[in-house]
């Protein structure tokens, strides 16, 4: 069963930090890019942060600069590093897998980032 679980949301004041984690499974981790993508309530959906396959990074305007994306290929886990946390960043974050429209993607279900004073 393919999975994506996304840990190390939590609450966490302005200018802190936070690194989420995507533990993968169920699928050779290693041939999809990832994408952390946030949603807040009411708002769209955001692309925040992709890493290719061959470790190429892309982020959003808005978190560029405080945030990095990595991967762990042996490990199946791709993470996002988190600082200089605003209170706009406040979202619950979403790890997505895609390997190309040939394929499915997979998302997890999310982990819950509150950047309040």
């Known amino acids: 069963q393919v999975q994506l679980v996304e840990s190390g949301g939590g609450l966490v004041q302005p200018g802190g930090s936070l690194r989420l984690s995507c533990a993968a499974s169920g699928f050779t981790f290693s041939w999809y890019a990832m994408s952390w993508h946030r949603q807040a309530p009411g708002k769209e959906r955001e692309l925040v942060a992709t890493?290719?396959?061959?470790?190429?990074?892309t982020y959003a305007n808005s978190v560029k600069g405080r945030f990095t994306i990595s991967r762990d290929n042996p490990q199946n886990t791709v993470y996002l590093q988190m600082n200089s946390l605003k209170p706009e960043d406040t979202a619950v974050y979403h790890c997505?897998?895609?390997?190309?429209?040939?394929?499915?993607?997979?998302w997890g279900q999310g982990t819950q980032v509150t950047v309040s004073s």
């Open positions: 997505f897998a895609d390997r190309g429209s040939l394929y499915r993607a997979y």
């Open positions: 890493i290719s396959t061959g470790g190429t990074t």
